[in-house]
């Protein structure tokens, strides 16, 4: 079934996502500008905003244009990334081809928000406001009750999130008020007021969060006066010890500014999430993060190695941080740092960790390589993750539909037609069985001293060669990395075509991985169907990172929905039921997101009482007053 | 000041320090034969057993000897290790000379004890007894409240411990009774029963801890009986899944029959602590241990995936264990796993743990190299570490003393003669500064494919040349490795002569390494002057573990005591004097020996208060009895 979908469309500015953008902003009775997420505290801040409403920079959206000849094709405005200000003439035609709609240019289905309904006035009081402002005290406000603030801070970047902001129909109960402290002796404040008044602090990062970690709890959960705590004013590197190779950093520096400071000193450190443009190191340690690059510099429990805390009962911290240096790996008792990693914010208020820095890497290149199916790419990654430590920084396997999705995002003629002239002629030589519809892709990237990438380079290549593997080059490794961040922008460009879309991950095992990734795709599959729903869903995944024992598996979804009542939540169940099916294949019910709201209620399949019962004693010693309610994790 | 030592001689068996070797045994009233430490559970156990009162197997142990001509000589008994049964000409003379004093092979001064005195009755009473039989009820006994049962299970392997049971007279309160319990289910039990009878229960692997953490807390601390849980029994694989590269391993299993059976299938842990002939895998999870090969292999953090615990909320664990597999890197909520690693038996009884399993490594080999002096060799080894994940599996360095110290304990004509030829050969040609006097050793072992090891046999070698360093060989590598397991038996020789020893360590960043470990030894000697004691103290030390940030200190100091009242209590203060100047300089507490009840009292000086508030508060949640009430770490 083919569903006509309209979208207005002119060659200016059309069909954009950013909800800062025209045509969202033209009288709207709320401005959608939200506080600017840099600070100027570090030299080099861009002063860039974020968008509301939309992943990303206000000046990042993909847009549709016609052609005079009729023809369609997208392209991302702005000049941030590789492959902005092109033409995407095959981006159209494979969305329409792959979901079975039309993307009708005359018109624009989406609601085109222009302001926030439904939000209820703050319930701080004047009175609380008041005492906020005593403990800020200050010209500039750092404290704000405005709708729109309060909008983005109890939201994060769900579809749910997404489609609540992009309808202006916020289901959420949002913060009462937002606070930006300024130091950790703020947040000390801050701490012993609210639970001397009995509010609720809810700690925010860069808001980039897919788990509802930053909604409030229901008021019939618990009424309380919420208080979101953005961190983003901290954001000073603290000292730097380049003996050592650590740095102590307030929590909310974005990782932007964080990979930026650092770069000046010749050092970096290696944690590259698809969002650290925005995302923070505290919003990190609380998420118990990933990085692309975890095969060389680690996780984030890799990186962290000490972090301060104000919690309930004070200031958390190890007392020799003034001599700027670490601990290092040490047996000294319990180990509270470790306890803060995925805590999602209901333990305190991160504010500064010491952490691993690494000098820059002599050397940095790229490589990519098809394969002729996924199984032939599972056991090609599978070797390569045999290189232990040795393995390249960054490998990631893209399914045949996501490396076909990533072709129709490059400019015309499409990078498709290259590879077709690639493949047919190496295929000539030593290779019968390689299809389109099956090949797929592994990106790769190397960073070292130029002796580690010469050898991993040549091992990768070896390696290639035994899975039936054509090199397919630096350019389109280096692509396929970069991609990560503009494909980041798709989902809202696709949300105006009522396509909507999600992306989640999971951890699994070697011996369940296949399992894992047929059974979700077939999962979603059925019951796309059994709700006979328009359309036909698109899943696709990638292989991200590489352990001894198992891969992150990161897939994205997306359907179209016109036509449907209750569109996001009906998403939302089948990403649920996806999600069902990865547990009961043997993955884990989440690679590096974490919990939050959103997947809390799995837990009791995950752990036994014991534990639970553990984990929430834990949580009320530590918090008697719950004065971090968040409710995120096993807490709801 | 030269002071003599008498110690009784003969060429058959003397001055063993080996309570269960003549003459200790010789009309004994309490036999000190304990329990055998390897069950039968487990195929290929050799029932060997261990000594009590001293280090290691009860067949290996040192004896002087005296030639015809009057010249003395050390000797290893029994066959497990490769010094073992070969004479040692030059460790008596090394002793004589560094510590200042003869050794006198007509005098043993040191008391021989052959009964442990001043042991009060076991305060379960026998309504306790009964219960504890019916829970376990059956055969073969697993309940004990006898009183060298009780003396190997109240102590561990401290200076104090082993002086205590040498002199017979143990100043510690010991456990009330032994229980071995043999699964999971029993363990239940047994917790549930401990919590209804206000018992106190801790944990007992393998008894190799350096802490004082076996010992009970004082009566007028906590009267409630004292019950060791001796694990020995539950040394069971459960499973093992060679496609994910884990094993889910009983918690008391040891690490010679963990490596052994792993072994058998071709697999290794890569986990080698100094104790792991002993050592259990529960031990190592709750001191947070450290293994000589953690350059490739890890730290205990890095292999154990998974630990069930049985806490006083019942079994903490994951659900999907009988899957055989594991969740792998996962965020999900609060990790428990975590807070077990250095949690030293006071939360719970871990019962088995989802460990990471390696293909046994397809090359093993090693390297030794001669620097000049220490400072050269500390240069050699950060180049080293900057290798990073190519790192060798085991670097150490080895300062002058304790390279000495390693050339006295080789077989005549002393090793010590082969390298001054070596090295009087080679200086020569280009090196002028090089001294016996100052000379430092980095013992390498590699292990990994046959590439692996090539790169870094290369690196290692050319480094070295950098460095002014001398290829010293293979031989002199694999042997400073191996000597690791025969210089533990060291310490109770020494002490028939009265020189009491200990080792302890420390972590310290790079940029404190120099000063810490001068300080280090400058304090013990200075404490040792004030103190007139006799002779010269010997401190020695290496570095063991290589970080990005720093490196792992192991001292080695003894001294002896003869005519000294209170000997063991005086030396005990001089190595807290020690461990204030590491803390002082910027060393850690501990890189893996752990707090325990040994350094519980330095705890303030390396957290906030915040800190020790929230991990109290934690304890008294998780374990609201106190039923873990070992008092270990900051709980005391």
Redesign the interface.
Known sequence: MQVAVKAKVDEAAVCCPNANCLPYNVGNAVSFRAKPLFSSHLAGSTGDTEALGAWGYQDSYFVLNVKSDGSKYAMMKGARYSISGKPLTGLVNFVEEELDVVIDPNGHTFPACDELRNIPESNLGSEGEAELAALLGDEDSRISVEPVERARHGTGHTQEDMYDLRTGLIRFRLPDAVVWPRDEGEIEALVSLAIHKTWCLIPFGGGTNVTHSTHCPKKAIDPRPMISVDMKLMNRVLWV?E????AHVEAGITGAELIQSMEKLGFTIGHEPDSYEFSTLGGWIA????GMKQN?YG?IEDIV?EVNV??A????????KM?K????????????K??M????G?FGVITSAVI?I?PLAESRSYESVLLPNFDAGLRYVKDLSKM???KPASVRLLDNDQFRLGQALKESPSGLQLLRNLVSKKVGCYMGNISEKYIVCATITFEGTS??VK?QKKLVRELASVHGGILAGSQVGKAGYDLTFAIAYLRDFALNFNILGESFET??????LTQVVEATKKRIHSEHKSRALPGVPFVCCRIT?L????V?IYFYFCMQMSGVAEPSDVFSMIERSARQEILDN?G????????GKLRSSF?P???????M???V??????DPNNTFGAR???FQ
């Open positions: 010890n003996e050592d190779g650590l998420t118990k993060a990933s060389k996780n190695k104000v919690g009962k004070g200031l958390m911290s190890h007392k020799h001599e240096t670490s601990v290092g790996r040490s047996s000294i008792g319990i180990d509270l470790s306890l990693l995925g805590s999602e209901c691993k690494w232990r430590a040795m002796d580690e050898i951890f699994a095992p070697w011996s369940k990172q352990y001894d024992d198992g992150c043997g884990s019910l989440s690679h590096h997101h974490g919990l837990v399949q995950i752990y036994s009482q014991g534990y019962d553990s984990v004693a834990v949580k009320e010693a530590l995120n994790g096993i």
